[in-house]
Nanobody, 123 residues
Framework: QVQVVESGGGLVQAGGSLRLSCAASGNIFSINVMGWYRQAPGKKRELVAVITSDSNRNYADSVKGRFTISGDNAKNTVYLQMNSLKPEDTAVYYC?????????????????WGQGTQVTVSS
C-alpha cells in the first residue's frame, strides 16, 4: 500500500559528495519515521540515519559529522546529504519508512522499504 522510491546514488571519488532522495507514496495517513540503511557486500544491513516526524535525528557513529538527514513532511520525502565520502561508505543504500496507512475505512501500520540505490566511493 505504500511505495518507496530512492534516487541519487552513483560513483564518486573519496572526499566527494552525493545526495540521496527518497519519496513515499500510496495510502499514507501519517509517517512516524523515515530513514536510510545500507548494506555492503558480505555485511549485514545497518542503520545510517533516521528522522522522526518531529525532526529528531539519529546517526550511525561512522557517519556523524559527514552525513545529514532531512525531511519534507508535506512531500513524504527524506534526503541524505553525504559529504567527505570514504571507500567504506560503498554500499547499497535503502530507504525505510514506517507509519500508518488508511485504506477502505481501515487504519493499519506499514513498514516499507525501497529497492535500494548503489553508492560507490573510489579511493
Amino acid at each position: 500500500q505504500v511505495q518507496v522510491v530512492e534516487s541519487g546514488g552513483g560513483l564518486v571519488q573519496a572526499g566527494g559528495s552525493l545526495r540521496l532522495s527518497c519519496a513515499a507514496s500510496g495510502n499514507i495517513f501519517s509517517i512516524n519515521v523515515m530513514g536510510w540503511y545500507r548494506q555492503a557486500p558480505g555485511k549485514k544491513r545497518e542503520l545510517v540515519a533516521v528522522i522522526t516526524s518531529d525532526s529528531n535525528r539519529n546517526y550511525a557513529d561512522s557517519v556523524k559529522g559527514r552525513f545529514t538527514i532531512s525531511g519534507d513532511n508535506a512531500k513524504n520525502t527524506v534526503y541524505l546529504q553525504m559529504n567527505s565520502l570514504k571507500p567504506e561508505d560503498t554500499a547499497v543504500y535503502y530507504c525505510n519508512t514506517r507509519g500508518t496507512y488508511y485504506r477502505g475505512g481501515y487504519y493499519g501500520d506499514f513498514d516499507s522499504w525501497g529497492q535500494g540505490t548503489q553508492v560507490t566511493v573510489s579511493s
